[in-house]
């Protein structure tokens, strides 16, 4: 199953369905179902700006699951777009030239599953559920 390591609180916004909408550098082709691994890195600052969303922020596990849509490449209007959306969780940066990977179907795992990440999208070989 493919994996996306994800930092904290990113993650854990996806899982709460908060962001449907993960940022990279890079595109991909994949689409179907993939597994959301919170990194062990944590956002400095994050707790403070996302304190009422009340998160719980696991660390070096694969929290949930979501089906990824699309790959769109942000311009400056689909940027506004997601800003309009939630300022708080969209409106931090600036996302124009990156690619915002579209996820739906999110699911959220009641008992996470702890593994190393990696970088880019990479498999998990073990169990899911």
Same mark, same amino acid.
């Given at each position: 199953? *493919?994996v996306?390591? +994800?930092?904290?609180?990113w %993650? %854990?916004?996806?899982i709460k369905?908060?962001?449907?909408?993960? &940022? /990279?550098?890079?595109k991909?082709?994949y /689409?179907g *179902?993939?597994?959301?691994h919170?990194?062990m890195?944590?956002?400095?600052?994050?707790?403070?700006t996302?304190?009422?969303y009340?998160?719980?922020?696991?660390?070096?596990?694969?929290?949930?699951?979501?089906t990824?849509?699309?790959?769109?490449? +942000?311009?400056?209007?689909f940027?506004? *777009?997601?800003?309009n959306?939630?300022?708080? @969780?969209?409106?931090?940066n600036d996302?124009?030239n990156?690619?915002a990977w579209?996820?739906?179907?999110?699911?959220?795992?009641?008992k996470? +599953?702890?593994c190393?990440?990696?970088?880019?999208l990479?498999? &998990?070989?073990?169990d @899911?559920?």
């Amino acid at each position: 199953m *493919k994996v996306l390591t +994800i930092k904290q609180p990113w %993650a %854990a916004l996806i899982i709460k369905g908060y962001k449907k909408y993960e &940022f /990279r550098s890079w595109k991909t082709n994949y /689409r179907g *179902k993939i597994l959301i691994h919170a990194g062990m890195t944590i956002e400095k600052n994050a707790s403070q700006t996302y304190k009422n969303y009340n998160l719980k922020y696991c660390q070096g596990m694969i929290i949930g699951e979501a089906t990824l849509i699309d790959c769109i490449l +942000i311009n400056a209007d689909f940027n506004q *777009k997601l800003n309009n959306i939630n300022p708080q @969780v969209y409106g931090q940066n600036d996302h124009t030239n990156l690619y915002a990977w579209q996820l739906e179907n999110i699911i959220e795992y009641s008992k996470p +599953i702890p593994c190393k990440g990696k970088l880019g999208l990479w498999n &998990f070989e073990g169990d @899911v559920k």
